[in-house]
């Protein structure tokens, strides 16, 4: 069965860290580009970071750019997004995704190009 489980979510404090992990089972994550998604009630699912299959390109969007930090761990076949300094506006589900194979392996932070989603992991930061 092909699927990605996020986890790591939680609750943090202003200025707080998180490190929010991507599993993929019954795929390996080797052949695809990965994207991190984040989701806020009322609001359109926003692209994060995204990385691209052969791992050499990286792009993290302006809002996070100096905060939030995409990796990966083939061995694992796991993705990470370590969140630095959060802040009140980051709270929202956060969400890994790949796209169709036939997307080939860039990187892409449009929801849109993404077909398979896990089920995603709630970050919530208090003041």
């Known amino acids: 069965q092909v699927q990605l489980v996020e986890s790591g979510g939680g609750l943090v404090q202003s200025g707080g860290s998180l490190r929010l992990s991507c599993a993929a089972s019954?795929?390996?994550?080797?052949?695809?580009?990965m994207g991190w998604f984040r989701q806020a009630p009322g609001k359109e699912r926003e692209g994060v970071a995204c990385i691209s299959m052969s791992r050499r390109s990286k792009e993290v969007a302006d809002r996070v750019k100096d905060r939030f930090t995409i990796s990966t761990d083939n061995s694992k076949n796991t993705v990470y997004l370590q969140l630095n300094d959060l802040k009140s506006e980051d709270p929202a589900v956060y969400y890994c995704?790949?796209?169709?194979?036939?997307?080939?392996?860039?990187?892409?932070?449009?929801?849109?190009?993404?077909?398979?989603w896990g089920q995603g992991t709630q970050v919530t930061v208090s003041s």
């Open positions: 019954g795929f390996s994550l080797g052949n695809y580009g």
């Open positions: 995704a790949t796209p169709p194979r036939l997307f080939g392996g860039a990187c892409s932070l449009t929801a849109a190009s993404f077909n398979n």
